[in-house]
């Protein structure tokens, strides 16, 4: 990779930039500026399959740069958190559209791709759905009302749906979660059931974390997946979320991809990010060389990607934007730059490890 180095001018504005999260930045670190690039790359516009970011609908709202940069580098768009059950159904009969819709009006303004996350989750539910008193039938209603009104009301617009969010554990075991306990292992087919009579062109995702970590819970995940497409459950995607960090051995990415992609499923790299301070080094700093270990690790997984059949190549979305912005600082309380762009919304090492895994 070629770079040129503006140590002045970017020093300084990623030095402030940390210094407003409370990160401490190495000021002798130097961002790596990404040249040459002919005017107007952009990642949508190089790469050979859809290519997004979570967002932050407040920051979509009220950050002139955040909201630049999306409109110039993605074409599909996940809501970070607005179209969760918390914020989407926060009472029984009381649905908050507001941030969602305006993630769905700027998406049509802009053309670009909505996929909705998610409609049944073992977290962020709202306390009248954790404090719900009913039988199974009551349950069940419940279930299918949530799932079919919210559908419902994007149909046409969202053309995708993560429909139920990490069902399993780590070690392979169906997640406890509160849909389990009131409905039976089988609720995750009738989630995709519900949801596809709500709108039948939607494409259908089951989506969910750890696939890289080893054969055990991407078996399971896988079949799942595979006893639902036997029963004709309308199932068309895999979500794979990569929440990764830069020291996992590659090879288990590639097993990742490739196992999801032998389902014959349109397969979601859904929530892309690799962290560079898995360890939770409170003093870690980001260096010129870790930033460039980061562009290899992001280039392998887009190669590792691109290597998959066309037509089941649904597209790459990141967990937001900008370091500024990942949720991997507030969640571990640790300083990390998990994403391409810095916390000024400057290309990283890691913009051109993405551009390069396509070449
Ligand atoms: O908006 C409220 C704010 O009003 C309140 O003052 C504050 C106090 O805690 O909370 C704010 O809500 C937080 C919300 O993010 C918006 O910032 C929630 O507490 C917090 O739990 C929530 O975290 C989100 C998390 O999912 C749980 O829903 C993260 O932003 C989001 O990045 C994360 O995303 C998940 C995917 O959905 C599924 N896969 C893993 C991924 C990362 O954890």
């Given at each position: 990779m070629k770079k040129i180095f503006f140590a002045a001018m970017l020093s300084v504005s990623i030095v402030s930039a940390c210094s407003k999260r409370g990160v401490t930045t190495d000021p002798t670190y130097v961002p790596p500026f990404i040249q040459p690039l002919a005017a107007g790359v952009t990642l949508q516009g190089s790469l050979p399959f859809p290519f997004g970011a979570a967002v932050n609908v407040n920051l979509l709202k009220n950050n002139t740069a955040y909201r630049a940069l999306v409109i110039k580098e993605y074409n599909s768009l996940t809501p970070e958190n607005a179209m969760k059950p918390a914020t989407l159904h926060p009472q029984e009969n009381t649905y908050n559209w507001d941030d969602a819709d305006y993630l769905v009006d700027f998406a049509r303004q802009n053309n670009k791709r909505v996929h909705g996350h998610t409609l049944v989750w073992y977290k962020s539910l709202p306390s009248w759905i954790k404090n719900y008193q009913g039988n199974t039938a009551a349950w069940e209603n419940l279930l299918k009302t949530h799932i079919q009104t919210i559908v419902t009301h994007f149909k046409g617009k969202?053309?995708?749906?993560?429909?139920?969010?990490?069902?399993?554990e780590d070690d392979g075991t169906l997640r406890n979660s509160i849909w389990v306990q009131k409905l039976g292992p089988d609720y995750i087919a009738r989630c995709f059931q519900y949801a596809h009579e709500a709108d039948p062109d939607a494409q259908l995702f089951y989506n969910d974390f750890g696939h890289e970590y080893g054969a055990t819970k991407r078996t399971v995940i896988l079949n799942l997946i595979n006893n639902m497409k036997s029963r004709g459950i309308p199932i068309n995607g895999i979500g794979m979320q990569m929440h990764t960090r830069y020291n996992m051995t590659e090879s288990n990415w590639t097993a990742a991809i490739t196992t999801a992609a032998q389902t014959g499923l349109k397969v979601h790299i859904s929530e892309l990010d690799v962290a560079l301070n898995p360890d939770n080094n409170q003093n870690l700093t980001l260096t010129t060389a870790l930033a460039e270990t980061q562009a290899q690790k992001y280039l392998f997984i887009v190669k590792a990607y691109n290597a998959i059949p066309k037509a089941q190549q649904f597209g790459i979305t990141t967990w937001n934007v900008s370091d500024a912005d990942t949720w991997i600082t507030g969640n571990y309380n640790r300083p990390d730059w998990p994403l391409p762009f810095d916390s000024n919304y400057n290309r990283k090492p890691a913009y051109q490890g993405i551009l390069d895994g396509v070449k």
């Open positions: 969202v053309a995708s749906w993560d429909v139920v969010n990490e069902a399993f």
